[in-house]
């Protein structure tokens, strides 16, 4: 490719580090390099550090900073805040409530657990991706310990109702957990106001470094540790801490959610521009996810009689970075879970890319991938005996 400039539209698989982050983050590695463990002063340096980053969090999330627990990631918080809950709370019951659409994180952990001998009911959603609040409040029973329902999907970018499941979920005694990795940066969020006992949440998807993240836990939730050993993070989850890791998460998230509704507007044009320009060229497109109740960045679409794999490699040879479904299952060619749960054909789920924007998008390669997209799926299209076959050539979107 050479010197071709990258076009990089996969925001929600991964985010650049943002300058004044990493900048933030570098003294953590040689200054102040000390393990907030210890007792001299550069110890304290580290600890204090990881203190401000703490409150930065808390304040975010309308949190108090000792509800606030540092981990390695998003996967890491996902299965400390189900199966911590679920361990703790087996005598009162069983039961865990979860939705067809989560993130492997969440849906292989519950799976997990269903080995352990619990039950998990995995809530359907409609074709838009969104879960019925009561498919929620019948779905729950005597036995139901844990409902954890993501804040917005990794894949379509629909948001769900979360303030609406939290309450229900209070209302019954059980605990409720959200996954947020997709909604830092671009929902207000308020746990004391959505009833949410648990959230977690990962730095890397909101221009922070990758290997951290942090788990909420409001004070009073029952839960084991994950994560056995020394007594970091007020004996809760043990480890050297990562500090200049924490210092990055503290910084981020601090920056992107300094002016949500300003940077909302400036991602949902962009967005609303290239959904536009690929329906105006290409026929027969699907708009997958709510048409509304979306991530301000997310683009996902699928193509009749195309692979989402071919576009990949094609938009790929032309320096643009997408995905089809999430980054974790993309390179199996399974199709997508989340997309057949909204009922999408197995055919259109094959065809299906997500573009998903953020701050390394300008308009300019909006228009870009708006100009190179049709080629693309003209060529694919063309190689295709089916869509020959059906005469949709010239067809209309779907
Ligand atoms: C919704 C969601 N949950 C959890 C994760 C896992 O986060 P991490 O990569 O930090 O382990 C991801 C990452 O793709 C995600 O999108």
New binding site residues.
């Given amino acids: 490719m050479g010197s071709q400039r990258i076009i990089y539209m996969d925001h929600?698989?991964t985010t650049f580090v943002k300058p004044e982050v990493l900048d933030a983050m570098i003294p953590y590695f040689t200054e102040h390099f000390g393990n907030p463990s210890s007792v001299y002063s550069i110890a304290r340096d580290s600890k204090k550090a990881i203190d401000a980053a703490r409150a930065q969090t808390a304040r975010t999330l309308g949190a108090d900073p000792e509800e606030i627990y540092f981990t390695s990631?998003?996967?890491?918080s996902?299965n400390w805040a189900i199966k911590g809950v679920a361990f703790a709370n087996r005598k009162r019951g069983n039961h865990i409530i979860t939705t067809q659409i989560e993130?492997h994180?969440?849906l292989h952990t519950c799976q997990f657990l269903e080995k352990e001998g619990f039950e998990v009911t995995y809530l359907p959603v409609d074709q838009y991706g969104l879960v019925n609040p009561r498919d929620l409040e019948t779905a729950i029973t005597d036995k139901t310990i844990l409902v954890s329902i993501?804040y917005a999907?990794?894949e379509i970018g629909t948001i769900e109702p979360v303030a609406e499941l939290g309450a229900i979920a209070r209302r019954h005694k059980v605990y409720f957990h959200t996954?947020a990795?997709?909604a830092i940066g671009n929902i207000p969020l308020d746990v004391k106001a959505s009833n949410i006992d648990l959230l977690?949440l990962?730095a890397?998807?909101f221009y922070g470094p990758?290997g951290v993240?942090a788990l909420y836990i409001r004070k009073g939730v029952r839960i084991d540790n994950l994560i056995h050993g020394g007594g970091q993070e007020r004996k809760r989850r043990a480890g050297t801490e990562n500090i200049a890791g924490i210092v990055g998460l503290g910084k981020a998230i601090e920056l992107v959610t300094a002016d949500i509704p300003g940077h909302n507007v400036r991602i949902q044009a962009l967005r609303d521009r290239l959904i536009h320009g690929v329906r105006e060229k290409i026929p027969s497109v699907r708009l997958n996810g709510h048409p509304e109740k979306r991530l301000p960045g997310n683009v996902n679409m699928s193509f009749e009689y195309i692979e989402g794999e071919s576009m990949l490699l094609w938009l790929d040879d032309a320096g643009i970075c997408a995905s089809t479904g999430?980054?974790?299952t993309s390179g199996s060619l399974e199709p997508s879970h989340v997309l057949l749960a909204t009922g999408l054909p197995v055919e259109l789920s094959h065809g299906s890319l997500r573009l998903t924007l953020g701050d390394a998008n300008t308009e300019a390669d909006v228009d870009v991938v708006i100009e190179v997209l049709p080629k693309i799926v003209t060529k694919l299209r063309e190689m295709s005996p089916l869509y020959k076959k059906s005469g949709k050539e010239g067809g209309c979107n779907v």
């Avoid at 990631?73 to 890491?76: F, I, P, R, V």
């Fill in positions: 929600s698989a990631g998003g996967s890491e996902d993130h994180a969440v993501m999907n990794n996954d990795v997709q977690s990962s890397h998807k990758k993240g999430s980054a974790c």
